[in-house]
């Protein structure tokens, strides 16, 4: 490998700093004292505390997935803080109150808690551990009857919505980690689009986790009435420690009829260094329901960090002539490893899906592209198209594809492509001979891999990808 | 002078390809070289590049009158080196106007000249495909992907033409073409020699140099040139072959 491809995937990372703010846990460990602990500290309503309860008793029963294309020590779940939050000092009236400790924090990543200062037309939940810190705009967008608030808010001020969606789309019982997250989660979005109304602004949310130890485990709910539509980012960081820590989400999408939602992601979590000491486990269940007619929902991923990704944004496509998308570029480093994909299960008529994935290896990394396409015996005329690529730089790397492809009607469209490349000598000496050094030349390269998927993301967040791509892999090249 | 190589040998994979060159190009000439297959031809263009491959055991090469051999790949190209490839490589969705732009941008911001932004290169751009008779639509491109053979080398001379470097040498970029392309490719060469460029072909036919006409023709074999002559020495190799000048196996 040429000099130039071996240094660009060894940039430091630049969030992970530690914020010193006072913060108040629960002692760590799991059982169903900590669970109510959680849920009166939040001062939840019964109903609520039985969800947690109920999913905490099947998870009990579960096991561990052990498919995924990864390897990790066994995770002492007794070991994990679940719930933990800068110590409030009071009731904050407005956003001029957050702790100016947590403010900066936000501002060296890029996420200024001044509405008039944010990126404009963007309106941001942040999540600091376990809580919402503060949520901008929200009383703008309540003018036109869109909620969009934390979590905990919701479950205060909107119980009916929340208890008729939440767990709607992803059961407690529905895998290892969402049992897990349905019992102690303990923040998160919520975004309701009333019928007719396209959101005016991108709804954003930026996670981050904080205190070593401490596991995060948000919940996220999106729901779009008939005719609505959302475009919804998610953006995450963390600093470095040299424990490892659990991140895993849950994220429930409602379209009913004709209503649209895009949700992107770009995902940056600690990956641990070089020798892969430290990192979060993300170990994520994203759904999307397409539960009306005409309904779409389009799944946009960039994901660079943690130490190990497990995470298959999927569309379940129920109503007829229903559309679900998934665009995504997985970029894994020295030893990360990421095992990743999406599920299209096709149930109404004419339903429609496509996928792309890009997966970058780069270092002693591991990517693995692992999908579904199911057609269910009453979607007739389905169709899918799924694309999936691979690029190795370097030659210690790993990528794997594993489709899965499950037709039961016979008039379903089928369509899959696949291809693997590497960031070869050849093309890194045409660079070189064009007076094109070795960083712009993978830069470009790399961005030319991940075009069908950037054209995806909103604006800011291609630009901001598009630079976390070349710092990941700074020094990877050469 | 602009290229002076003396007595350079070179070796890839172990094994020693170039057994000393000796090879002086001033500017406004054109020279040829020639030679049967694993003769060194591509090699010398290779090692002169400076491909990480290729490793120099001895001799000099000098560009005008600085030691290249020391410098890295790009610091050549930027000297004002370019090389057209013999396998002109794909870059899947980056477009060719962007590269040749990224590639014209790192050249004028290493002479300190100022960087054009996206519409003034445009308009140069335009200009320059001209040279190479392409559709504009082929800039929207990703680089290479899909091209016909004939499209790619057509492609290798329009980034020459907007690089403007002082020696070109051009590896075989006469093979693979139909006569329209070859035509279309040696009148693109041909309008940017000028009295302050040179070109070096490197080929095994002498049908390119009816329309590129050469000052010199070097006859290459067993990593050595073996002759120099004028235009006629290739007239010559068609008619009689390469056997006579070989040296003993």
């Known amino acids: 490998m040429s000099t130039a491809l071996h240094n660009l995937v060894n940039q430091p990372y630049k969030h992970g700093f530690v914020t010193d703010i006072e913060s108040e846990s629960v002692p760590k460990g799991l059982n169903e004292d900590v669970i109510r602990m959680i849920s009166k500290k939040k001062a939840e309503p019964e109903w609520l505390l039985e969800f947690r309860l109920q999913a905490y008793r099947h998870w009990l029963t579960m096991k561990e997935p052990d498919w995924a294309n990864v390897n990790y020590p066994k995770i002492d779940f007794q070991e994990i803080i679940y719930f933990s939050q800068p110590k409030p000092k009071k009731q904050l009236a407005s956003l001029d109150e957050v702790d100016p400790e947590l403010r900066r924090t936000f501002e060296k990543l890029g996420v200024p808690l001044h509405e008039q200062k944010l990126m404009t037309g963007v309106a941001v939940d942040v999540i600091f551990d376990s809580v919402s810190v503060t949520t901008t705009y929200k009383a703008k967008l309540a003018e036109i009857g869109i909620i969009f608030c934390s979590f905990s808010e919701a479950v205060h001020d909107y119980p009916e919505l929340v208890k008729q969606y939440l767990g709607s789309v992803v059961p407690t019982g529905d895998n290892f980690y969402a049992a897990l997250n349905s019992a102690v989660f303990t923040d998160g979005s919520f975004c309701f689009i009333p019928k007719g109304v396209k959101c ?97 929902i389009s799944w946009t991923q960039v994901e660079t960090g943690s130490a190990i990704t497990w995470k298959y944004p999927s569309c379940v496509l129920l109503g ?97 492509e696949a291809s693997t490349s590497k960031i070869g000598e050849d093309q890194m000496f045409f660079f070189s001979q064009r007076g094109i050094d070795s960083e712009e030349a993978i830069s470009m390269i790399i961005n030319g891999f991940c075009k069908d998927v950037f054209v995806h993301l909103p604006m800011e967040f291609a630009v901001e990808a598009t630079k976390l791509l070349g710092l990941k892999l700074e020094g990877s090249v050469g | 002078m602009l290229l002076e190589v003396k007595d350079l040998r070179a070796k890839v994979a172990g094994v020693e390809i170039l057994k000393g060159i000796d090879l002086t190009v001033h500017a406004g000439e054109v020279h040829a070289i020639m030679g049967i297959n694993g003769s060194g031809k591509s090699t010398l263009s290779k090692v002169l590049a400076g491909h990480p491959d290729y490793h120099v055991t001895g001799g000099t090469a000098s560009f005008e009158g600085k030691d290249m051999l020391t410098l890295e790949p790009e610091e050549r190209a930027r000297a004002g080196l370019f090389l057209a490839f013999q396998y002109p490589v794909e870059i899947p969705g980056v477009s060719n106007s962007a590269l040749l732009r990224l590639a014209y941008n790192s050249l004028q911001t290493h002479r300190g000249l100022e960087e054009l932004d996206p519409l003034e290169f445009e308009d140069l751009v335009h200009e320059k495909i001209k040279v190479v008779e392409m559709d504009p639509s082929f800039l929207g491109r990703s680089v290479n992907e899909g091209f016909s053979g004939g499209e790619k080398k057509r492609n290798e001379i329009l980034q020459m033409a907007v690089l403007e470097p002082k020696l070109a040498i051009l590896d075989e970029t006469d093979s693979g073409l139909d006569i329209d392309a070859l035509r279309i490719v040696a009148n693109g060469v041909n309008s940017l020699l000028t009295s302050d460029n040179a070109v070096v072909m490197v080929t095994h036919y002498q049908r390119l140099l009816n329309y590129i006409v050469p000052d010199y023709v070097h006859v290459m074999d067993g990593g050595r040139i073996v002759r120099t002559g004028g235009k006629e020495l290739a007239l010559e190799l068609e008619a009689r072959g390469y056997d006579w000048l070989r040296v003993a196996a």
């Open chain 1, 320 to 416: 007829d002539n229903s559309t679900g998308e998934f665009y995504s570029v997985a970029l894994t480093n020295h030893l990360q490893q990421a095992d990743t994909g999406t599920k299209m299960i096709h149930v109404g008529k004419n339903t429609r899906s496509k996928i792309i994935s890009k997966g970058i290896s780069a270092g002693r990394s591991s990517n693995c592209y692992r999908g579904m396409v199911k057609v269910g015996s009453r979607a007739t005329g389905a169709r899918n198209y799924s694309q999936c690529d691979s690029m190795l730089i370097g030659d210690r790397c790993e990528a794997s594809t594993f489709p899965t492809i499950d037709v039961q009607n016979t008039t379903a469209t089928i369509e899959h």
């Open chain 1, 200 to 296: 005016p602004m991108d709804l954003s949310t930026y996670f981050r986790i904080n205190t070593e130890g401490s596991g995060q485990f948000e919940r996220t709910l999106i729901v779009a009435e008939e005719g609505a539509s959302v475009c919804y980012l998610e953006g995450c960081t963390a600093p470095q420690f040299d424990t490892n820590q659990l991140h895993a989400a849950v994220v429930e999408l409602v379209a009913l009829d004709n209503a649209d939602i895009k949700y992107s992601t770009v995902q940056n979590w600690y990956a641990g260094d070089e020798n892969g000491k430290g990192g979060i486990y993300n170990f994520v269940t994203k759904r999307g329901l397409c539960k009306g007619i005409n309904s779409k």
